[in-house]
């Protein structure tokens, strides 16, 4: 089975640049997380989708993040326009249900400069 | 104000010894809790989990144990080998909701 997916694994754009993260979770997943880990801190939840359905989007830190899942298949992150505190890993995750934990993904390092 | 704390940042332990990490919460309606390793460059992976009518949970060499009374829940690791470096985070989610809320981590450090 193959494990979730994240592009680009790393990405440097300077501030007031646009970056699209993209996630493709394990198959079959209905579930799909994002999560960001800013300067060795806690992992912070992001948003929540249900295929395509945002369940729980009260991580987002403002409109400048814009997360889709058209389909319910894959999933961007959209950082328009980026500042320089958007860095850190961005991880995407994936569930059937709650019971055995999410998947994660190896992440997306993003440095805003 | 962070609601599941790991006060040790760091933990050094000799190789084959047992690994006790720590953790606490302050949230009462946290249900379930979880136990992720990760290592450099990589997604955080998925170790052990314990649901809030269980105190204690096996799976090989870890057991989690859950002190709900005082919000509190370890992880031990026996034995430990030099693969288990890596940092270990803990976190919770309360019924109903699939958010996790993580802990800052503990970097392990287990010494050949």
């Known amino acids: 089975e193959a494990g979730v997916t994240q592009f680009p694994s790393h990405s440097v754009i300077e501030k007031g640049q646009t970056v699209t993260l993209r996630c493709d979770p394990i198959?079959?997943?209905?579930?799909l997380y994002w999560y960001r880990r800013v300067m060795g801190k806690e992992i912070k939840f992001l948003l929540h989708f249900v295929k395509e359905s945002k369940q729980d989007e009260s991580g987002m830190p403002n409109n400048r993040f814009l997360a889709e899942r058209t389909g319910g298949t894959y999933s961007t992150l959209k950082v328009q326009p980026a500042e320089l505190e958007d860095s850190g890993v961005y991880f995407c995750a994936s569930s059937q249900d709650q019971n055995y934990g999410y998947t994660f993904g190896s992440g997306t390092r993003l440095t805003v400069v | 104000d962070q609601q599941v704390k790991q006060n040790s940042p760091s933990l050094s332990v000799q190789e084959g010894r047992i690994s006790i990490l720590n953790c606490d919460y302050t949230n009462s309606m946290f249900d379930y809790f979880l136990w992720y390793k990760k290592y450099p460059a990589e997604g955080p992976t998925f170790l052990i989990s314990i649901s809030s009518i269980k105190d204690k949970n096996e799976d090989g060499r870890f057991t989690v144990f859950l002190n709900k009374s005082a919000k509190h829940l370890s992880l031990h690791i026996v034995p430990s080998p030099p693969g288990d470096s890596a940092v270990y985070f803990c976190?919770?989610?309360?019924?109903?909701?699939?958010?996790?809320?993580f802990g800052t981590g503990t970097r392990l450090k287990v010494l050949a």
């Open positions: 976190a919770a989610s309360a019924h109903g909701t699939y958010k996790y809320i």
């Open positions: 198959s079959g997943h209905d579930n």
